[in-house]
């Protein structure tokens, strides 16, 4: 397939009679903690009086060809985890390369901290330093226009708000989020179907709890994983799909006409790339690469799997391109690690043929610019677009307005629990009522 190219994302004019936005005149970076307990960082940017804040989430089932999340290593602290040295970098090297610029300026702010760390992977500066100056910056640029995040986001970059993403609820936890629960697979999520943003969600809250009352009853944990899912000690992941669609006829909705399911394989977890073959423990199965189409086409067929993601490991080309190939035309193939929200592995994709769908999420690359160009050149090419949290969160919601913001199709923000979940699904009720308002 041939790549639409569409190079640099250019800035729309922001509408007249709005102030414009003020020089940046301060900076300040603090270590706080996300959802994990591991400490990350929150910077706040200043335009005069006018100031913004952003703090940046963290993975655990993280993509190799992920940006670097800068961590200090002193083994006193936190275990290594500290984040100080991310800290320096933004209130020193930073700052000094960016202040006096506008706060709009986004592009130019970005590629000001791309050149100064100079690596691919943003490993001299972090990532994470960068990207808390990158989403504060935005913030501070919205709040100077005096606009909402989303709007400003959308008029930056060209987008109308309309319909909001379709929520994907991740329900049970498994994998790397939940290891107590022996499931390979680590994510299994409600696909909610029609109605606007906040009668999905409702849906799929009612689900969950009668999920909750279902796992009890056949005496499992309803002990929550990292995404607010549970996490049950299921026999099989084949058993955890059966629990999801049980719980959704229970709750008097129709599979097919009200739900569909989805899943994060996150594949890359338990691919073994020697043998080329991926070992569903749970299940008792082992595949291989070039075969395991073959059980999601199953899974899809009696379980409505609508959406699959990572459902290959991120190197295993053959795998993604078989999958894509035999399941693309009805399901949803969707990268996360295979693509990172990297535009150079998302057109290596797309000539590829790899998939149709792919997952964004802002600290795999590290500047709201870079992530734009990615999300341009997906919707281009006929990708949809999900745009997603990381299983250790704050309750920074910019990403709430961010997939409001791009037009996102779907947005994946963990089950309707824990406060760094809710903080995202809540935004997005807002932002609901605020563009029905006009
Ligand atoms: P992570 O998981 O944030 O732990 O990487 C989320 C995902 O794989 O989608
Ligand atoms: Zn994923």
């Avoid at 990532?127 to 995040?149: D, F, P, Q």
């Avoid at 009668?210 to 499992?220: D, E, H, I, M």
């Avoid at 899943?263 to 749970?282: L, M, P, Q, T």
């Avoid at 899974?299 to 999958?323: N, T």
Wanted: charged letters at 25%; one cysteine or more.
């Amino acid at each position: 397939m041939n790549i639409e190219m569409l190079p640099k994302v250019a800035s729309q004019a922001l509408p007249s009679g709005k102030v414009s936005a003020g020089k940046i005149t301060k900076i300040h970076a603090m270590e706080v903690l996300d959802s994990r307990g591991n400490p990350t960082i929150q910077t706040t940017v200043w335009a005069g009086d006018i100031s913004a804040k952003a703090s940046v989430p963290s993975g655990a089932s993280t993509g190799s060809h992920e940006a670097l999340e800068l961590r200090d290593n002193d083994k006193k602290r936190y275990g290594g985890k500290g984040v100080l040295k991310a800290c320096k970098n933004v209130e020193g090297k930073i700052f000094q390369a960016i202040k006096g610029l506008k706060a709009d300026d986004q592009e130019k702010i970005d590629q000001i901290m791309i050149d100064l760390d100079g690596r691919d992977n943003k490993s001299k500066l972090g990532a994470n330093a960068i990207l808390s100056v990158s989403l504060a910056t935005a913030r501070l640029a919205a709040n100077c226009h005096k606009m909402e995040l989303f709007e400003y986001l959308a008029h930056k970059y060209g987008y109308m708000v309309k319909d909001l993403p379709t929520p994907l609820l991740n329900v049970i936890n498994g994998g790397a989020h939940a290891r107590s629960t022996g499931l390979d697979i680590q994510e299994f999520f409600l696909i909610p179907l029609g109605g606007k943003f906040s009668e999905k969600l409702r849906k799929g809250t009612e689900v969950y709890h009668v999920l909750q009352k279902n796992l009890l009853a056949k005496g499992y944990s309803t002990a929550v994983g990292d995404e607010g899912g549970f996490a049950p000690k299921l026999p099989s992941n084949e058993a955890a799909f059966t629990f999801l669609r049980e719980a959704v006829l229970a709750t008097g909705y129709k599979m097919d006409n009200d739900f569909h399911l989805g899943a994060d394989v996150a594949a890359s977890e338990f691919f073994d790339i020697k043998k080329g073959v991926y070992e569903f423990k749970a299940d008792k199965k082992v595949f291989k690469s070039t075969q395991i189409y073959k059980m999601y086409r199953q899974w899809y067929e009696k379980y409505h799997l609508s959406i699959i993601e990572d459902g290959c490991a991120e190197d295993d080309i053959v795998g993604w391109k078989l999958l894509n190939q035999e399941l693309g035309r009805e399901t949803l193939i969707v990268g996360d690690d295979l693509f990172c929200t990297n535009i150079k592995r998302l057109k290596m994709g797309i000539t590829q043929n790899l998939a149709n769908a792919i997952i964004i999420k802002v600290n795999q690359i590290g500047t709201l610019s870079e992530t734009m160009e990615t999300v341009k050149l997906a919707q281009k090419n006929n990708y949809k677009i999900i745009l997603s949290h990381r299983s250790a969160e704050t309750c920074d919601d910019f990403i709430a307005d961010l997939a409001a913001g791009v037009n996102a199709e779907y947005l994946k923000m963990g089950a309707p629990c824990r406060g760094e979940r809710l903080a995202k699904y809540n935004r997005l009720l807002e932002i609901e009522e605020l563009v029905n308002a006009k």
